[in-house]
């Protein structure tokens, strides 16, 4: 009880200061310094110059290939959401309805896939997809021939899904934990099929769980690295691949920076209007 007292007598503004001052220490400073990086001039014999350009921006957003590249990410990223939200929400209305033990281990088949790293799930899909993978092989004993898999969206897609899905499971899952199961009950004794029950009462109490799953998978998605890399290879990039090649390759700073800046203005100008679209549909479906 002390000392809940003296946590009681501090101001609101001490109490989330470490937060805020790790925040800035890890987000915003680093987000400033590429801003900043993005508008210094650059020259393939000196280096970086201490002159200030707009000329990045330009040249980038006139170039067709680096608009296919974002094109690619946003599509790719936006696909992996909706394959997502369309495995994920069944899977976490299932989840829902399991008693223990059953709960617990699917929590737990769910779950495990994240402690093992990205760069083994890419590999191993890479051995799933290759052409003389199982799946090659499985259509070949069905006589459909070896189909060219990866290296290929599918595949990046394919593996995106795998990775992203239980952070659209989990939330979903949060969500229906809320709600008190009787309410769906009570549609059926008023006359509602199973299909009606969980269109009309049960989806619109989830969207802040499905919401918050989309914004996460789409954000880490269209930021992917390793599976782009190993399962796109050179040809097909996306936005962090290409980031990586300005950095680490060609060592133009600068450009990489502008690259990553307008993909994050990209990311959160989509995921700030689907939010605003998806509340405004909940408040007017739950009044």
């Known amino acids: 009880m002390k000392g809940a007292t003296r946590l009681g007598n501090f101001p609101p503004v001490l109490l989330v200061l470490p937060g805020v001052l790790l925040f800035t220490a890890l987000v915003l400073v680093p987000l400033c310094l590429t801003l900043g990086l993005s508008f210094l001039d650059y020259d393939a014999t000196t280096g970086i110059k201490d002159t200030y350009t707009l000329s990045h921006y330009a040249t980038i957003l006139g170039d067709r290939y680096y608009l296919d590249i974002f094109w690619r990410t946003l599509r790719i990223a936006a696909l992996t959401t909706v394959i997502c939200a ?45 052409s003389s993978g199982l ?30 899905l239980p952070f659209m499971v989990i939330p979903v899952w949060t969500s229906l934990q809320k709600l008190d199961p009787t309410i769906e009950a009570a549609a059926w004794s008023l006359g509602a099929s199973r299909f009606t029950a969980i269109r009309r009462v049960v989806f619109p109490q989830i969207m802040t769980g499905l919401l ?20 796109g290879g050179r040809r097909l990039k996306m ?3 290409i980031v990586y090649d300005e950095y680490m390759q060609a060592l ?8 990553a800046i307008l993909v994050l203005a990209a990311n959160m100008l989509i995921m700030l209007s689907y939010n605003r679209v998806v509340e405004a549909r909940t408040r007017r479906t739950l009044g």
């Open 239 to 241: 936005v962090a691949t």
């Open 212 to 231: 918050s799953g989309s914004l996460v998978v789409f954000g880490l998605a269209a930021s992917s690295f390793a599976i782009p890399g190993l399962l």
């Open 135 to 164: 799946v090659n092989q499985a259509l070949q004993v069905m006589g459909l021939g070896p189909v060219r898999l990866l290296y290929t969206e599918t595949a990046v897609v394919v593996a995106l899904v795998h990775v992203m």
């Open 86 to 130: 369309a495995i994920g929400v069944p899977e976490a209305y299932v989840l829902s309805r399991m008693n223990d033990p059953w709960r617990s281990i699917f929590l737990v088949v769910i779950i495990g896939p994240l402690l093992v790293s990205v760069v083994v799930r890419a590999f191993g899909w890479s051995m799933l997809l290759g």
């Open 252 to 259: 133009n700073w600068p450009v990489g920076a502008t690259i």
